[in-house]
């Protein structure tokens, strides 16, 4: 037997198999048929493995012929997972494509391989029945027409279709996305502000006063009597803050009472970690470690900026020595994995989250998309599903702990909401404060932020260990900074309870933080008794409470769900103060029938065109008259795309039944040559179930989840009155801004949203749109509701239509003249005996028909068609003998409304 496995035996124990119900399937892991592969990238390195192969045909034969067929498929399936877990495949992008393919569990990796004529690259991590294939360039798209061709046979199944030649074992593709490198995240550290200073050391003795003395004594005792000598420990101020008191993390009681983070390891996702640094080493986890820009089992920064992890990674977990300062888990373990310093792909992001996810319990995740005030980015569905699979499945089934900065492009009128990371439910989004307990210029704000700490900001930062032997860095800041300390509270609680499950820390996120600011009118009660501000989420991180919490805290049941039908609003949005409100009602029994017992997250998928994206914003009231700002709007953000399936995320909602009527209010702020309309939208309600062994877990993302052909109830409008829209930031902000605030909600606004009656049916629920207007408002002529939009704007509908009231005055103009012309030429009929007096001119007129010749028209006469003709003239089919009309045509306006017919519709 080898010294050294080529995998993780301890983990391989660990390993479980999955449930059988729907939401989740079992891992679907290829079967081995002795089929010889065709050599690929990664072949080379899977049968080395494996394994010497032998030459002992005949026992072999006799072996396999002994064990079960399905057996033996189950067998071979999970030595390939347990392969597949132990060394991520190198990949050669400049020579192969790769394919992520999502199975059924009874079809065979390798017939597909066949059918393709790719080779089998092995299963996809953690994630079940996803596998990689590869392929080289030139063959690529035939490949991919292969996979679109299945594709297609499997939709026309799903509609009932039969499809001949299509063989039973490859009627099992559900999913399939060719892979692509590309530079995905940045890390969120802000650029320094103006009058931003250099951050200084901790303050002598000589600046405190007689209270920060003592406290600084206080602070020196705690430090001996927990053996703490590191250097900068005093400087850092995020643990312990004796000069502004109370703006730390409140953990050094967590400390004395033996919680120090045993037991817990908290993984890095950044651009490395330097475990040969002296505060890094005793605790570095190299079997959680990996490098998915290098490729290789060491995630040591390469590149001259790549120090961020290292120094986010010193936060959590610096060792108690002599070289810098302690992280806030002083004892736990800490993992590296490298994603950000060069490009990457789906598969390795979706890897990296899931990475060794038995051991690694927490992934700190400091970056996102751009915080520049214009990006509007969500993870792709790969990513989607193995950010599901980690909660569900990760540590033994109680989830991973996933932890992301919420964002430093705050100045930039950036929102969290924006960011696909930060606004999932499975993120413990953290803001940051300054060293006063102030928000910081960078910081972003919206509706899914749970928690705030200490960063940046107030002439200080914090003060972590450096990549280097012996290297400390006293300007972490940003949201960068903020999060890591989450991180390391959350792990402080896994120490010291580690049952809890993902949703549990986040019960006791909320349960725990500190309001702070409450003279700030932003601040709005909720349902469960706790205050919430969409700046500081529910407050300050408080360890000691957080932990003492968890102790005793009772653990939530699984996680149930409600989701609304699509529901169609196809309605333009009004320009300025006011907003356009849909409404839904949600009644208990639609509860009940989900198992739904209280809320959790409420997620908005919604679809707004518009031709600037950065003028709307978004507004949830909840039946509790709770309000969530889900989007906000920004002055950078000039894209034409508006929201295309775009899901928002709140946690304000946080404890409420989630009976009654749920209105969506969407604004169009800026009165401009811009416009949109709001399409439709489906309200997501999560929370705790009502009976827990009833409750089956949620099936993995699917690309159809948003699908919505049919509309799914009908709207009517009237007027309401809209809340209050935000304060901006000051363009260009200082070190200490002031804080940007908002009116508390009036008891107007909990009073004006009506609803008229409607008939509530299981398959077509009440719902009412609603035109939001302020009182102040001057009012407007607006287009009846019965008429078609066209899929214009309101401009281009009062031009449509008044075109056509003009043309429709012409016509019966037209036709009036007409009319009289025929009357007075049937009193002049030769039938009537009739006679009127000749003039001169009409005289000469006859002469001329006497003679044979026709009566010229006259040319430049506006009317001079019309004087004096017959019938006949008029409405003659018959061709002039000259081929000479001389007719005014009218100038037709050929222009059309604004936007294309793609623009208004979806998709």
Same mark, same amino acid.
């Given at each position: ?24 399937? &079992? ?5 081995? &048929?002795?089929? %010889? ?23 072999? =034969? ?8 399905? #057996? ?34 009874? +079809? ?16 996809? @991590? ?5 596998? +990689?294939?590869?392929?080289? &360039? ?19 199944? &799903? ?28 890390? %969120?550290?802000? !650029?320094?502000?103006? @009058?931003?200073?250099? *951050? ?6 000589? =600046?405190?006063? =007689? ?25 850092? /101020? ?16 967590? $400390? ?29 986890? !190299? ?21 961020? @992890? ?56 400091? /970056? ?42 705050? !100045? ?122 969409? +700046? ?18 009772? #653990?939530?049941?699984?996680?149930? /769900? ?83 399936? /775009? ?14 009527? $749920? ?17 439709? $939208? %489906? ?42 829209? *935000? ?12 804080? *940007? ?8 606004? +909990? ?35 019965? #008429? ?10 009062? $031009? ?7 043309? !429709? ?80 045509? *009218? ?17």
């Amino acid at each position: 037997m080898p010294d050294k496995l080529p995998f993780d035996v301890h983990r391989a124990r660990r390993l479980k198999p999955r449930s059988s119900s729907t939401s989740s399937a &079992k891992h679907g892991q290829p079967k081995d &048929k002795g089929v %010889r592969r065709r050599k690929g990238p990664g072949s080379r390195k899977l049968r080395q493995i494996a394994g010497p192969t032998t030459d002992n045909t005949e026992e072999s =034969q006799i072996l396999t012929n002994s064990i079960p067929p399905t #057996l033996t498929v189950t067998i071979l399936r999970f030595n390939a997972h347990l392969i597949s877990s132990a060394i991520v495949q190198t990949r050669n992008y400049d020579s192969f494509d790769y394919f992520v393919v999502q199975l059924q569990q009874s +079809t065979d990796p390798q017939t597909l391989a066949s059918k393709l004529n790719a080779t089998f690259e092995g299963p996809l @991590g953690e994630l079940p029945n996803h596998f +990689t294939f590869s392929c080289p &360039k030139a063959q690529s798209a035939d490949v991919e027409a292969t996979l679109e061709e299945l594709r297609h046979k499997r939709l026309l199944r &799903k509609r009932g279709l039969s499809i001949e030649d299509d063989p039973e074992e490859l009627q099992g593709l559900q999913w399939h996305q060719k892979q692509e490198l590309k530079q995905r995240h940045v890390k %969120r550290v802000p !650029a320094p502000p103006t @009058g931003w200073q250099k *951050p200084r050391q901790a303050n002598n003795a000589g =600046q405190l006063d =007689q209270q920060q003395q003592a406290d600084k004594a206080r602070l020196e005792e705690i430090a001996s009597s927990l053996d703490i000598h590191d250097p900068i420990f005093l400087e850092q /101020w995020h643990l312990l803050n004796y000069i502004q008191k109370g703006i730390d993390v409140n953990v050094t009681g967590v $400390w004395q009472n033996g919680v120090t983070g045993q037991g817990v390891t908290a993984c890095v996702i950044d651009d490395g970690l330097d475990f040969t640094s002296n505060d890094l080493k005793p605790n570095y986890y !190299a079997n959680g470690s990996w490098d998915f820009n290098d490729k290789g089992p060491e995630p040591k920064p390469r590149l001259s900026d790549d120090r961020h @992890g290292t120094r986010c990674a010193g936060e959590i977990a610096a060792a108690r020595n002599d070289v810098c300062g302690v992280g806030m888990a002083y004892d736990s373990q800490i993992s590296g994995v490298r994603i950000l310093s060069a490009p990457i792909s789906d598969e390795d992001e979706a890897l990296s989250i899931n990475y060794h996810y038995q051991e690694n319990d927490i992934y700190s995740c400091s /970056w996102g998309p751009p915080d520049d005030g214009q990006t509007m980015e969500a993870p792709g569905l790969l990513i989607k599903k193995a950010m599901v699979n980690g909660v569900q499945q990760g540590r033994d089934g109680r989830g991973s702990v996933f932890v992301f900065a919420a964002g430093n492009g705050a !100045a930039k009128d950036d929102n969290c909401n924006f960011d696909g990371y930060t606004n999932s439910i499975y993120s413990i989004t953290t803001g940051a404060i300054d060293r006063a307990g102030d928000h910081p210029y960078y910081s972003e704000k919206c509706s899914a932020l749970l928690v705030v700490t200490p960063s940046s900001g107030h002439s200080d930062a914090i003060h972590t260990t450096d990549v280097g032997f012996n290297t400390c860095y006293n300007g972490h800041g940003g949201t960068s900074a903020a999060g890591p300390l989450m991180v390391g509270a959350v792990a402080l609680a896994l120490s010291a309870r580690p049952e809890l499950t993902w949703r549990d820390l986040q019960y006791l996120t909320i349960d725990t933080s500190v309001p702070i600011h409450l003279d700030d009118a932003e601040w709005q009660d909720t349902a469960t008794g706790k205050k919430f501000s969409h +700046t500081y989420g529910y407050g300050k991180l408080d360890t000691y409470s957080f932990v003492e919490a968890a102790k005793t805290f009772e #653990l939530v049941k699984p996680q149930a /769900w409600y989701h609304s039908p699509w529901i169609a609003v196809a309605h333009d949005i009004p320009e300025g103060d006011k907003g356009l409100a849909a409404s839904f009602d949600v009644t208990p029994e639609m509860l009940e029938n989900a198992n739904l017992a209280r809320l959790e997250h409420v997620t908005v998928t919604m679809n707004v065109n518009h031709t600037r994206r950065g003028d709307l914003s978004v507004e949830l009231k909840s039946p509790q008259n709770t309000v969530s700002r889900l989007s906000t709007s920004r002055k950078n953000d000039n894209a034409r795309s508006g929201y295309t399936d /775009w899901t928002f995320m709140s946690v304000v909602h946080w404890g409420e039944s989630g009976v009654g009527t $749920w209105t969506v209010i969407v604004k169009d702020t800026i009165a401009n040559e811009h416009q949109g309309q709001f399409s439709d $939208w %489906r309200l997501n309600l999560w929370g705790e179930s009502i009976d827990g062994s009833k409750q089956e877990l949620h099936p993995l993302p699917d690309e159809h989840d948003d699908d919505h052909e049919i509309a799914t109830a009908s709207v009517t409008t009237t007027s309401v009155e809209p809340t209050s829209p *935000p304060t901006d930031l000051p363009e260009h902000p200082t070190d200490h801004p002031e804080r *940007p605030t908002k009116p508390k909600p009036t008891s107007a606004d +909990t009073t004006a949203f009506t609803t008229p009656a409607t008939t509530t049916t299981p398959t077509a629920p009440s719902v009412t749109s609603e035109v939001a207007e302020a009182t102040h408002t001057t009012s407007e002529s607006y287009l009846a509701g019965f #008429l078609p939009t066209f899929g214009v704007s309101k401009k281009t509908q009062i $031009w449509i239509y008044g075109s056509i009231v003009l043309m !429709a005055i012409f016509g019966i103009c037209l036709f009036a003249y007409f009319w009289q012309q025929k009357r007075k030429r049937q009193r002049n009929s030769r039938e009537n005996y009739e006679f009127e007096m000749v003039n001169d001119e009409d005289l000469d007129d006859a002469r001329q028909g006497l003679t044979g010749s026709r009566r010229r028209k006259r040319g430049g006469e506006l009317y001079d068609a019309f004087a004096g003709e017959s019938d006949e003239e008029v409405f003659s089919d018959e061709d002039d003998d000259d081929g000479y009309h001389d007719r005014d045509t *009218p100038d037709h306006d050929t222009g059309s409304g604004s936007g294309s017919a793609s623009q208004d519709e979806k998709r």
